[in-house]
């Protein structure tokens, strides 16, 4: 099954302001990926070109990174998975950019059940959360959003006893 899944977010900062997010994904002072409420990203070594890690049970390489512009990664699990997921930055205006995150793939055998079961829901919440990151680094008011009864749902019934680990609301 082909899937494409974009989220995407205007942003009042300029390029470089924006570039920063990507650039520091992984890192210890990583402001866009929400490991307060998600498993973190992490990798085997700094990002670049050919970092393995991912985050959970989803694992990627680094395919591709132009920094404070755009990284796209390959995915290598779950068994089924066949492409690449990336961020990127648009530059609109002098101090207006999108920051947007794209999966392309195919899915292959259970990993369509997978996809629209489970992982979709979490992904797709879980990219929300890091563009509501990305609005507060760049000044922004994100609204106070609640994660959807399935995906509270999904994170029960992921953790070991059964209990979430994270609230469901934006702090």
Not at 11 to 20: D, M, P, R
Not at 89 to 110: C, F, P, S, Y
Not at 137 to 150: A, E, M, T, Y
Request: proline residues 6%.
């Amino acid at each position: 099954m082909r899937v494409i899944n974009i989220h995407e977010r205007e942003l009042n900062t300029w390029l470089e302001a924006a570039g920063a997010l990507i650039d520091r994904l992984a890192s210890d002072d990583d402001v866009l990926w929400p490991f307060d409420r998600w498993p973190p990203m992490r990798f085997d070594r700094p990002l670049g070109v050919g970092a393995d890690g991912g985050h959970g049970p989803i694992r990627y390489v680094v395919e591709a990174y132009e920094p404070g512009l755009n990284i796209r990664f390959r995915f290598s699990q779950p068994e089924g998975f066949r492409g690449s997921h990336r961020f990127e930055i648009e530059k609109l205006a002098a101090d207006r950019v999108k920051l947007r995150h794209v999966i392309e793939m195919q899915t292959v055998g259970m990993a369509s059940l997978q996809w629209h079961i489970a992982i979709r829901p979490l992904h797709d919440a879980l990219m929300e959360d890091a563009l509501d990151r990305a609005e507060q680094f760049v000044g922004g008011s994100p609204p106070n959003r609640r994660w959807s009864s399935w995906v509270r749902f999904l994170r029960r019934a992921m953790k070991p006893g059964g209990k979430s680990r994270a609230r469901s609301r934006v702090a």
